[in-house]
């Protein structure tokens, strides 16, 4: 590939990672505000059994493999010990 293919190709490879970057985020951002949303409404005896679940579901869409482990931990932590607020 040489000249404006090359150029159109890589900019098709830009705005696909950009494209993939924003899906990823925004699964983030929606476990976050899932994990903050069960913190506030259940009772403290259900938070272990909400993060379990949390965490499987973190799992079942990869965001571990994408944003990391410790990360998803650190929002379950966060979301659960200061009560969800």
Do not use: Y
């Not at 899906?23 to 909400?50: C, M, Y």
Request: no cysteine; charged share 20%.
């Amino acid at each position: 590939m040489h000249g404006r293919a090359a150029t159109e190709m890589a900019h098709f490879l830009d705005l696909l990672q950009a494209s993939r970057r924003a899906v990823a985020i925004a699964k983030l951002t929606e476990f976050a505000n899932q994990a903050e949303d069960l913190s506030a409404r259940l009772p403290e005896q259900w938070h272990g059994r909400a993060q379990d679940a949390l965490l499987e579901v973190a799992l079942a869409n990869g965001l571990d493999r994408t944003h990391g482990t410790d990360l998803i931990q650190a929002i379950l932590a966060a979301s659960f010990n200061d009560g969800g607020r």
